[in-house]
């Protein structure tokens, strides 16, 4: 059975078949002592910062388990704390798709300056790392996908099922407490090069805590009550910090072992249509990686991709330029 090649109302897409590498960019730093802080080569991470990741991946999940006994207390959850949760689940998830991923690790489309920045400071508000360690992270794992170099591949130890629960296991969170760093100047030196990433890169901590304290301080503003305060920082804060994440994890893990693999790719990237609500479009993980600088993932009839529905917005309001979309000047 053939492979069919990717299309877009009737137009072939260009497929990748040779594995991309970083994108061409520009030398170096302006800065070129500031430059020397993401080092030339794979680095182990620090142990003060080794912790921090337990801190962030673990006090989510102590979060939730407050919420629900909080919520089993007093009778649910209150329209305030799901309005705050919705609205930065909106705000830090878009900042992650539409800036992380599809600005800045693909170039998907341009954009002016204030957008750039609030994108970034946007993707921050996650709490998946800095900008430039996660873009990073997120071209090695092009350059490498599902073969040995890949920073988070479910196939990592094998095909067996024992091998592959495990790997799963790795792709989805444990390749966060791996130590071994991937070397920025490697494979984000454009990013490097640009001040405001830099300065936002740097502000990363800032930015983390403010991911929690603005829930926390709209809850207190909207409620009047220190509860009130303390719920929307559990739910507004930690569980939506907890969902952002296993819905990105999960493009990570099973976006690379189940679902449907329609178009040609040199790895097992998959379609897996119920996470493409949630994740915004992510999960069309086939066509992303057979053509990953395009700017919709969702290239099929009914393939919901609404981060490519605010990239399209962005552009119609003068924000966005040269956006790849799926056209005839994509054309195999």
Same mark, same amino acid.
């Given at each position: 059975?053939?492979?069919?090649?990717?299309?877009?109302?009737?137009?072939?897409?260009? /497929?990748?078949?040779?594995?991309?590498?970083?994108?061409?960019?520009?030398?170096?730093?302006?800065?070129?002592?500031?430059?020397?802080?993401?080092?030339?080569?794979?680095?182990?991470?620090?142990?003060?910062?080794?912790?921090?990741?337990?801190?962030?991946?673990?006090?989510? /999940?102590?979060?939730?388990?407050?919420?629900?006994?909080?919520?089993?207390?007093?009778?649910?959850?209150?329209?305030?704390?799901?309005? %705050?949760?919705?609205?930065? @689940?909106? &705000?830090?998830?878009?900042?992650?798709?539409?800036? =992380?991923?599809?600005?800045?690790?693909?170039?998907?489309?341009?954009?002016?300056?204030?957008?750039?920045? $609030?994108?970034?400071?946007?993707?921050?508000?996650?709490?998946?790392?800095?900008?430039?360690?996660?873009?990073?992270?997120?071209?090695?794992?092009? $350059?490498?996908?599902?073969?040995?170099?890949?920073?988070?591949?479910? !196939?990592?130890?094998?095909?067996?099922?024992? $091998?592959?629960?495990?790997?799963?296991?790795?792709?989805?969170?444990?390749?966060?407490?791996?130590?071994?760093?991937?070397?920025?100047?490697?494979?984000?030196?454009?990013?490097?090069?640009?001040?405001?990433?830099?300065?936002?890169?740097?502000? =990363?901590?800032? &930015?983390?805590?403010?991911?929690?304290?603005?829930?926390?301080?709209?809850? @207190? $503003?909207?409620?009047?009550?220190?509860?009130?305060?303390?719920?929307?920082? %559990?739910?507004?804060?930690?569980?939506? &910090?907890?969902?952002?994440?296993?819905?990105?994890?999960?493009?990570?893990?099973?976006?690379?072992? %189940?679902?449907?693999?329609?178009?040609?790719?040199?790895?097992?990237?998959?379609?897996?249509? !119920?996470?493409? %609500?949630?994740?915004?479009?992510?999960?069309?993980?086939?066509?992303?990686?057979?053509?990953?600088?395009?700017?919709?993932?969702?290239?099929?009839?009914?393939?919901?991709?609404?981060?490519?529905? /605010?990239?399209?917005?962005?552009?119609?309001?003068?924000?966005?330029?040269?956006?790849?979309?799926?056209?005839?000047?994509?054309?195999?």
């Amino acid at each position: 059975m053939s492979i069919p090649t990717p299309t877009f109302e009737g137009v072939a897409l260009t /497929v990748t078949d040779a594995r991309p590498t970083a994108d061409p960019v520009a030398p170096g730093s302006p800065d070129a002592a500031e430059a020397q802080d993401y080092g030339t080569s794979t680095k182990r991470r620090p142990g003060w910062e080794q912790a921090l990741v337990y801190v962030v991946v673990g006090l989510p /999940v102590v979060g939730l388990i407050v919420g629900v006994v909080l919520a089993a207390m007093f009778g649910g959850i209150s329209g305030t704390d799901v309005g %705050i949760a919705f609205l930065f @689940y909106l &705000i830090s998830g878009f900042g992650v798709t539409v800036g =992380f991923h599809r600005l800045f690790t693909h170039q998907s489309f341009q954009t002016n300056r204030p957008l750039k920045i $609030a994108l970034a400071i946007a993707g921050s508000l996650a709490l998946e790392g800095p900008v430039i360690r996660w873009v990073a992270d997120h071209r090695k794992h092009h $350059a490498f996908s599902d073969d040995e170099g890949d920073p988070h591949s479910p !196939w990592r130890f094998g095909d067996s099922p024992r $091998a592959l629960f495990k790997g799963l296991l790795w792709a989805h969170t444990g390749w966060l407490f791996d130590r071994e760093q991937t070397s920025a100047r490697r494979w984000a030196p454009d990013l490097i090069a640009d001040p405001d990433l830099r300065k936002i890169n740097k502000l =990363f901590p800032v &930015i983390a805590l403010s991911s929690l304290l603005a829930p926390t301080l709209m809850g @207190y $503003a909207l409620t009047g009550t220190a509860m009130g305060a303390f719920t929307a920082y %559990i739910w507004g804060g930690l569980v939506r &910090i907890l969902v952002v994440h296993h819905v990105t994890w999960s493009v990570n893990s099973l976006c690379h072992v %189940i679902g449907e693999r329609p178009y040609k790719t040199m790895d097992q990237a998959s379609n897996v249509s !119920w996470l493409a %609500i949630v994740s915004f479009g992510e999960s069309w993980h086939n066509l992303h990686h057979a053509d990953p600088k395009c700017a919709r993932h969702g290239v099929e009839k009914r393939q919901i991709d609404t981060s490519a529905a /605010v990239i399209e917005l962005f552009e119609k309001a003068g924000w966005a330029t040269n956006v790849r979309w799926p056209t005839e000047k994509r054309m195999a």
